[in-house]
């Protein structure tokens, strides 16, 4: 069974940084691409980051390229994602997620097929 598990997520100050992280079981990890995405109350999930399965490529949403940064490692079964200046507007819960897809299409919700639980990120003005 796919287990995809999150943490990091908290409360902190705009202009602030959080790192989460989303740690996999149950699959070959190096095999799959990862991607975080977010969803803020009455609002959609929308894609934030995304890594493909050798770390060779990263997408970002553009509102936060220049300040989140994803990364992987293999060897531990993770996926994180470093956010700094930290808006209001990033407040959500972060959902990591992984796909079998390895090309552009790694930027949309509909492409992954597993999902952990969820982090809350809150961002105070």
């Known amino acids: 069974q796919v287990q995809l598990g999150e943490s990091g997520g908290g409360l902190v100050q705009a202009g602030g940084s959080l790192r989460l992280s989303c740690v996999v079981s149950?699959?070959?990890?190096?095999?799959?691409?990862m991607g975080w995405f977010r969803q803020a109350p009455g609002k959609e999930r929308e894609f934030v980051a995304a890594?493909?399965?050798?770390?060779?490529?990263?997408y970002y949403k553009d509102s936060v390229k220049g300040r989140f940064t994803i990364s992987r490692d293999n060897a531990k079964n993770t996926v994180n994602l470093q956010m700094n200046s930290l808006k209001p507007e990033d407040t959500a819960v972060y959902f990591c997620?992984?796909?079998?897809?390895?090309?552009?299409?790694?930027?949309?919700?509909?492409?992954?097929?597993?999902w952990g639980q969820g982090t809350q990120v809150t961002v105070s003005s």
């Open positions: 890594i493909t399965w050798d770390g060779g490529s990263t």
């Open positions: 149950g699959r070959t990890f190096s095999r799959y691409s």
């Open positions: 997620a992984s796909t079998p897809r390895a090309d552009y299409g790694i930027r949309f919700r509909p492409n992954y097929n597993y």
